[in-house]
């Protein structure tokens, strides 16, 4: 009698002791599910912060080697995938700059699904700003693909060293001292050197800086020269990473 007394007793204290322990199982298992969400956070968290690096370190690594090539004359023709190597912010940079004033009209996906799927690009040359260590690749066209490896020449606009106002587009990159990245630090006085693919060297002089220009009245500034000779006008966005407005940087032919 005593005996099962006892052996119930102990079952009770047991199933008693076991109620105490399931809290801190339970605890237990939900730390180490959060600590598991935390890691799978952080590692994503990893991921995305290395994607626009690699992104920008495979185009820079293209746009080296096509210049390369571009100064040394071995090619001035060269294709490439349409959906490779896209720039940040490209989808909103050139509002009323590359489609517009190409009277190509069209929302950005729109544009970007009729691409074909390689794109050819033909250099006109090379553009060096020795002041502020720009030196990339120019194309004969200012189009969404051509723009991601180099600066280029917006279309019916003039050729270098020729009468009227050469136009050239270039994206302000985030990272320092890529494309047009340094060009708000151009300064009056400063040399713009044009290289075409035939050797031929046209050094423009800078005159004339607007700072702030709206996207809406970009029109007035690459139509026409100014009347004062053989001009080049190079145009990218502003405020750097927020696109609001258009710095246009003018020179003339010296």
């Known amino acids: 009698m005593y ?28 730390n180490v599910i959060l600590i598991v969400l935390a890691v799978i956070c952080l590692v994503i968290g990893v991921i995305l912060l290395l994607i626009d690096p690699i992104k920008n370190m495979k185009r820079q690594a293209v746009t080296d080697d096509m210049m390369e090539s571009i100064v040394e004359g071995s090619q001035a ?8 190597n896209e720039v940040n912010g490209e989808e909103y940079e050139y509002d009323f700059g590359v489609e517009e004033l190409n009277n190509a009209g069209g929302n950005y996906q729109e544009i970007i699904e009729e691409l074909p799927d390689e794109t050819v690009l033909t250099a006109l040359g090379w553009i060096n700003i020795p ?20 600066a280029g020449r ?38 713009i050197i044009i290289t075409t693919i035939d050797g031929a060297v046209y050094t423009y002089k800078v005159d004339k800086i607007l700072e702030a220009v709206k996207p809406e009245n970009l029109e007035d500034y690459v139509d026409i020269d100014d009347g004062e000779g053989t001009q080049v006008t190079l145009v990218t966005c ?11 940087i003018i020179g003339h032919l010296i």
């Open 154 to 191: 917006l279309e019916k606009t003039a050729d270098p060293g020729d009468e009227g106002n050469m136009v050239i587009l270039g994206h302000r990159m985030r990272a320092e001292g890529k494309l047009f990245n340094r060009l708000g630090d151009v300064k009056i006085g400063d040399d």
């Open 131 to 150: 002041s502020v260590k720009i030196n990339i690749p120019l194309w004969n066209e200012a189009t969404k693909v051509s723009l991601r490896y180099g």
């Open 77 to 84: 023709v060269f294709v490439v995938k349409s959906d490779e």
């Open 238 to 248: 502003t405020p750097l990473g927020v696109a609001t407005h258009r710095l246009l």
């Open 3 to 30: 005996d099962g007394i006892y052996k119930t007793t102990i079952k009770e204290d047991n199933t008693e002791h076991m109620s105490r322990r399931d809290p801190y199982k339970k605890i237990s298992i939900r």
